[in-house]
Nanobody, 124 residues
Framework: QVQLVESGGGSVQSGGSLRLACAAS???????MGWFRQAPGKEREGVAT???????RYADSVKGRFTISQDNAKNTLYLEMNSLKLEDTAMYYC???????????????????WGQGTQVTVSS
């Protein structure tokens, strides 16, 4: 059983930065991980994912601004968010699932374990 706890959300002005963290309990070294977000009235969408080999994938809307990374020693997933925009305002969720070598997942429905979310609010 994997438990995920996000932190690092908050309120920031447009153009600012935040760093989200997701602490995982349980064995996650053979897992694929990801960050997703959901704004009010919108569907949950993928932001960034990372597979067992460290290969990453980003939504077009965050490319060049967000960076996903993981510290296996600390069992923690990160999302560095720079140049934040108003449209980045959402609840951000960390997710995980088991995966085989070389496989990368993107769609939220393929992820089994979810954190409780952390709110990111960007204001002008």
């Amino acid at each position: 059983q994997v438990q995920l706890v996000e932190s690092g959300g908050g309120s920031v002005q447009s153009g600012g930065s935040l760093r989200l963290a997701c602490a995982a309990s349980g064995y996650t070294y053979s897992y694929c991980m990801g960050w997703f977000r959901q704004a009010p009235g919108k569907e949950r969408e993928g932001v960034a994912t990372i597979n067992r080999e460290g290969s990453t994938r980003y939504a077009d809307s965050v490319k060049g601004r967000f960076t996903i990374s993981q510290d296996n020693a600390k069992n923690t997933l990160y999302l560095e968010m720079n140049s934040l925009k108003l449209e980045d305002t959402a609840m951000y969720y960390c997710a995980a699932r088991t995966c085989n070598s070389g496989v990368q997942y993107w769609n939220a429905r393929f992820f089994r374990y979810w954190g409780q979310g952390t709110q990111v609010t960007v204001s002008s």
